[in-house]
């Protein structure tokens, strides 16, 4: 009996980075590191519509970025893990420092 093919860690963490390549995505993201929010309030919160943020959501959900409970009749949304802003602090981080290194060099 032959096994099916396991993904390699690359190829997970490509497909994680891929979904992490959206800028909807990451202000989603930035917002569920305040506190867990139905579709609505992130919408609102974000000023997108709830269509665009329910597929952004299914995105990130696929990745197992964010999770969702039921509550009563909504859907509550959270990051699965704290570390994930911390992660994207540390690209600002790295970005912003590229960015002056940059800056520095035409000035």
């Given at each position: ?19 992490m ?20 309030e ?28 039921r ?37």
């Open positions: 009996m032959v096994n099916p093919p396991v993904h390699s860690i690359f190829e997970i963490q490509a497909e994680f980075c891929k979904a390549g959206n800028a909807a995505r990451l202000k989603i993201i930035h917002l569920l590191r305040e506190r867990s929010m139905n579709v609505s992130i919408a609102e919160s974000a000023g997108f519509s709830q269509s665009l943020v329910s597929r952004q959501l299914s995105v990130l959900r696929n990745v197992g970025v964010v999770e969702c409970r509550q009563g009749n909504e859907m509550i949304y959270q990051l699965t893990d704290e570390t994930i802003g911390e992660m994207c602090d540390l690209v600002r981080k790295v970005l912003t420092a590229h960015m002056q290194k940059q800056s520095q060099a035409l000035g």
